[in-house]
């Protein structure tokens, strides 16, 4: 009788310490964590969101079109002259002029906050935060509702690599 609960003594502290390592594990503070560490969300944010579907079309993080300190939106008839016509008069701003911007563009990440930076200066000493507003590093709304949905399908998934795991 003894080897009996001595065996299920046994088979439930292991099964408690089971249990403790998965909830260590299962702590949402360290899902999130573990989910904005993945670096291809973090690609996805920078690249997809914010370059792709704001700054190349013209929208800062507010949704606004981007604008100068003077309020203009769009390239004049000298910077098409300039940029030997890549850049058209009347065009919105894109903020893509060599590229060094948008590939300077980094993801911070905090203990409960995650933030988009980047070499704002320019060679020519211009500094595009200066000039255009620190939201063109942003997210508009409808990135946040796109990412919003990102992220419970990686946290979600997340918790079901975690539990496979055990």
């Known amino acids: 009788m003894r080897v009996f609960f001595y065996t299920f003594d046994f088979e439930m502290e292991e099964a408690i310490n089971l249990l403790d390592n998965i909830a260590a594990f299962l702590k949402p503070d360290e899902v999130w964590k573990r989910v904005f560490l993945d670096k291809t969300l973090q690609t996805t944010i920078i690249v997809e969101y914010i370059q792709g579907d704001q700054l190349i079309k013209g929208f800062d993080?507010?949704?606004?079109?981007?604008?100068?300190?003077?309020?203009?939106?769009?390239?004049?008839?000298?910077?098409?002259?300039?940029?030997?016509?890549?850049?058209?008069?009347?065009?919105?701003?894109?903020?893509?002029?060599?590229?060094?911007?948008?590939?300077?563009?980094?993801?911070?990440?905090?203990?409960?906050?995650?933030?988009?930076?980047?070499?704002s200066i320019k060679d020519t000493g211009t500094d595009l935060f200066l000039k255009y507003g620190e939201d063109i590093v942003g997210l508009t709304e409808e990135s946040k509702n796109k990412l919003q949905v990102e992220l419970l399908e990686r946290y979600d998934k997340e918790i079901r690599r975690i539990l496979s795991e055990y």
């Open 61 to 119: 993080g507010t949704g606004e079109r981007i604008t100068d300190t003077r309020g203009n939106d769009s390239y004049s008839y000298l910077t098409e002259l300039l940029s030997n016509g890549e850049k058209k008069a009347g065009d919105h701003y894109t903020l893509f002029d060599t590229g060094d911007f948008y590939r300077s563009m980094v993801f911070l990440l905090g203990k409960d906050f995650f933030e988009i930076d980047a070499d």
